[in-house]
């Protein structure tokens, strides 16, 4: 009967794809998470590391005071430039050339951008400021590798899961990003430990090996992963969807299964060229001229865009916070003030990120196949709305009084950025396209978000040096995450449909599957998940108030 309702090519693909959606969980699947997700370990390290380098370089060049914040602002930037490139580029580039023929090469892009970090010149004639700038371009470049890596790793972990375990996989790989920003924080730890003497001794001019040392570090590991990277097959459906072949997509599928279930004797041989459409071009403009498929693209870029002003700002600027509220002051002088600082600063940020960031990575990776994605991305970006309302309501208070129940508050929040929207703006793009310009939306997606780092990274240091203060900051973060919450309901739900079933070209139809069966549940989810954290919140204020340490 199923014979009799698909021509023999549509068969095989369809048996084939049903074999891949419904396997089994294995080593198969476990390696693409290590091969995927040992690139986001190297990834986040260096996006986030520099918030620990440039105090150093501050205090190397510039007596630390005299660093601008517009250059500190380009210096952090500099990558989330280059991410944005490196999305677009290698997103399109994995809808045209296929997944495999540039899986591994982002990752010698920024094996070479983290060495040239490293080993960057130094200041030409006394002028630190030529340093910033060479340091700028090379995190450029090391930024266009991170970037490449978002959408190809996001979209073939994608296509190779099942569809009752997909969330859960590229939630895996994305968690990665967690042990990445630790392992920055540990390094800064290892260094300055290693360096203490020469510090005391010599001053700030015994940093430079310290920064350089953390910036050539996130090499090693990326070297280890090249290799894996490049032997990856081919995802199954690319190679039917988007080149006809359903004899490769058939071998691509028994190889990574580990199994000859699937026969090939049967199966059309591709010629290269495209079959779900004729061309990239006219696939991609077929299927977002459609309002209805259009929507996503926008709620999937606007939802990223909004989250990283507030996830970078606060991520990249993690050290700066903590001396803004005056957490971990040294009252030490001289050399010591210095080497003191640095190392409060790197154990702060250790600290925040364990207590906060790993936790809402693994928070997410175990209920987002049980819950959904949407339920998550709500109430994530909500509880963001709130604790940032908060700490920006009461911050004179809690900087003055209670600065340990400012750096609770900005736990929590690190912890429902990654257990809400951090993971799940990730993960729905790699879900939500078909599979010839699935790459491209999720890098468009991408890319989105980065443009909100950008801002976040140039703009933070300004505002909060300037009348606003960090408080008119916090207002700010507060304000994106919930117009992160409004773009999030033009998201649908990605839970245990196939991508077959969520790329339809019948969106709308899709939509309203989605949604009528859904809704209600997600809303109810979503309003449930609001009370506990609320709970604590109003009672750590009333606490707070008892004991005098803020007043109403």
């Known amino acids: ?21 419904n396997a089994k969980f294995s080593k198969s699947h476990v390696k693409a998470i290590l091969v995927a997700g040992s690139g986001f370990f190297v990834d986040s390290y260096d996006n986030f590391v520099i918030g620990l380098m440039v105090p150093m370089i501050a205090y190397e060049y510039f007596d630390k005071s005299s660093l601008t ?10 990558s989330s430039y280059g991410n944005a490139v490196g ?57 266009v590798g991170i970037g490449g890596d978002y959408p190809v790793s996001a979209v073939i972990t994608s296509e190779f899961a099942s569809s009752k375990r997909r969330g859960t996989m590229i939630a895996t790989v994305f968690a990665m990003q967690g042990f990445g920003i630790i392992a920055g924080a540990v390094m800064a730890i290892i260094v300055l430990a290693a360096a203490k003497d020469s510090i005391l001794e010599n001053g700030a001019s015994s940093l430079g090996y310290c920064w350089r040392t953390l910036a050539a570090f996130g090499a090693i590991p990326a070297l280890a992963a090249v290799y894996w990277r490049l032997k990856i097959p081919e995802t199954p459906r690319y ?16 190889q990574f299964l580990a199994s000859d279930k699937i026969t090939t004797d049967m199966y059309v041989k591709g010629d290269g060229k495209t079959g779900f459409f004729e061309n990239f071009s006219y696939s991609f403009k077929t299927y977002f001229n459609k309002w209805a498929n259009l929507k996503v693209l ?6 990223w865009f909004f989250l990283d002003i507030g996830y970078y700002g606060t991520s990249l600027n993690t050290s700066v916070v903590l001396e803004i509220i005056g957490y971990g002051s ?29 936790p809402g990575y693994w928070f997410t990776v175990y209920f987002v196949d049980k819950w959904g994605r949407k339920p998550i991305q709500n109430m994530g970006f909500a509880l963001l709305t709130l604790l940032f309302l908060f700490m920006a309501i009461f911050f004179n208070e809690l900087k003055t009084d209670s600065t340990a129940v400012f750096v609770v508050m900005y736990s929590f929040a690190q912890f429902f950025f990654n257990f809400g929207p951090n993971a799940t703006t990730f993960i729905i793009p790699a ?7 699935r790459s491209t939306g999720h890098g468009i997606s991408a890319a989105s978000g980065k443009v909100g780092a950008i801002i976040a990274a140039q703009c933070f240091a300004v505002i909060a040096k300037g009348s606003f203060g960090f408080k008119g900051v916090l207002y700010i973060f507060a304000a994106c995450c919930f117009m992160g919450l409004l773009f999030s309901f033009w998201v649908p739900e990605t839970k245990n449909l196939t991508l077959e079933e969520l790329s339809s070209l019948d969106r ?6 989605t949604t009528s069966t859904q809704a209600s549940r997600i809303l109810t989810k979503t309003t449930r998940l609001f009370r506990l954290p609320c709970l604590c919140a109003v009672t750590c204020h009333n606490l707070a108030v008892r004991r005098g340490k803020i007043s109403r």
């Open 298 to 303: 926008i709620g999937c870029a606007a939802a």
């Open 508 to 513: 709308e139809g899709i939509a309203k599957k």
């Open 330 to 358: 040294p009252s030490s002088t001289g050399n010591q003030k210095i080497y003191d600082d640095l190392w409060n600063r790197s154990v702060g940020t250790a600290i925040i990120n364990l207590a906060g960031t790993v």
């Open 239 to 254: 190679a039917m969807d988007v080149l006809g072949d359903t004899e490769e997509g058939a071998r691509a599928a028994n």
């Open 69 to 78: 914040s517009r250059a500190d602002g380009w210096v952090k930037a500099a």
């Open 431 to 437: 879900e939500v396209f078909p599979t010839a310009v």
């Open 87 to 143: 999305q677009i580029s290698f997103a399109i580039l994995g809808d045209i050339l296929g997944r495999k023929r540039i899986y591994g090469i982002e990752l010698m892009v920024l094996i070479g951008g983290a060495l040239l970090c490293g080993f960057a010149a130094w200041p030409v004639n006394g002028d630190a400021n030529n340093l910033l700038i060479l340091l700028s371009i090379w995190r450029f470049v090391l930024g």
């Open 1 to 21: 009967m199923a014979e009799a309702n698909h021509p023999p090519a549509d068969k095989q693909r369809f048996d084939a794809l049903s074999a891949l959606d």
